[in-house]
């Protein structure tokens, strides 16, 4: 994620001294905690390297937008903890979220043009700034603007294929769903209903289905009566132990901790 960084900056002809140095301190600081956590895990991934996660950003863009608000308030506590209060490892920790959301944007169809104008709008913001609170501050601003521009772009039509995929899922979630069978449903091959699907929603078609089987068994889930096997299965999947991983992954609790929360009222 650094290389994105710097090689965005060098491009857009930030080449001063002093952001020179910035970018070093930058890169030291990512080298020592990438060896960190290599060390104690004995293996490099990118969860590892980085509390944040792109395609989880992704995910949680389908939620109401006080769970999304949430989520980012959340994110930004957690890199302010990890970052020991320190500015220059926020400040980097701030850039690395701020590249992320570009290519989110980018992903979910916006175009170049709107990242481009996003980085270019709070990157020198973030390099001067100099207390941990402006840092999130100015993230907090640019988050904000980041989900004006994902509503805006959200209220555009979607292309009538794309709907027709989706509507198809929401009526057959419980069944046993592929890229083939969903883009045979509206005549198109695989790979041409991959692509567009994925252009106009942020997200790959499988992706859409797992989501869609979540939300369902959110419903089943605040109904005592179901037991977990029950509901994995009526809502598409065949394994409840998967259902529970997949489950925890979009919500970040499992199905038996959702249920407890529900059942008190929380």
């Given at each position: ?166 509507q198809y899922i929401q009526k057959n979630y419980m069944k046993k769903l592929s890229l083939e069978t969903i883009a ?83």
């Amino acid at each position: 994620m650094l290389y994105v960084v710097a090689n965005y900056i060098m491009q857009a002809g930030w080449k001063s001294i002093n952001q020179a140095k910035e970018l070093t301190t930058l890169s030291s600081l990512y080298y020592e905690e990438i060896k960190k956590h290599s060390s104690s895990s004995g293996e490099l991934n990118h969860s590892a390297c980085s509390t944040i996660d792109e395609n989880e950003i992704l995910l949680q863009l389908h939620k109401k937008e006080k769970e999304i608000k949430l989520y980012f308030q959340n994110l930004i506590a957690i890199l302010r903890y990890e970052s020991k209060n320190g500015i220059p490892m926020m400040r980097s920790k701030m850039i690395e979220l701020l590249v992320i959301l570009s290519r989110v944007m980018e992903r979910a169809g916006m175009g170049s043009i709107y990242s481009a104008d996003m980085i270019n709008k709070y990157m020198n913001s973030l390099l001067e700034s100099n207390s941990i609170e402006s840092l999130g501050s100015i993230m907090l601003e640019a988050i904000d603007e980041f989900l004006k521009l994902m509503h805006e772009s959200s209220n555009k039509p979607l292309n009538p294929n794309v709907n027709s995929m989706m509507q198809y899922i929401q009526k057959n979630y419980m069944k046993k769903l592929s890229l083939e069978t969903i883009a045979e449903s509206v005549n198109l091959s695989p790979s041409y209903a991959g692509k567009i699907f994925k252009k106009d929603t942020g997200m790959p078609i499988m992706t859409y289905v797992l989501k869609t089987r979540i939300e369902k068994a959110k419903d089943f889930l605040r109904n005592p009566h179901y037991q977990i096997e029950e509901i994995a299965n009526n809502v598409g999947f065949s394994d409840a132990s998967y259902f529970t991983k997949v489950f925890k992954k979009f919500e970040g609790i499992s199905p038996t901790q959702f249920r407890k929360y529900h059942k008190k009222g929380g």
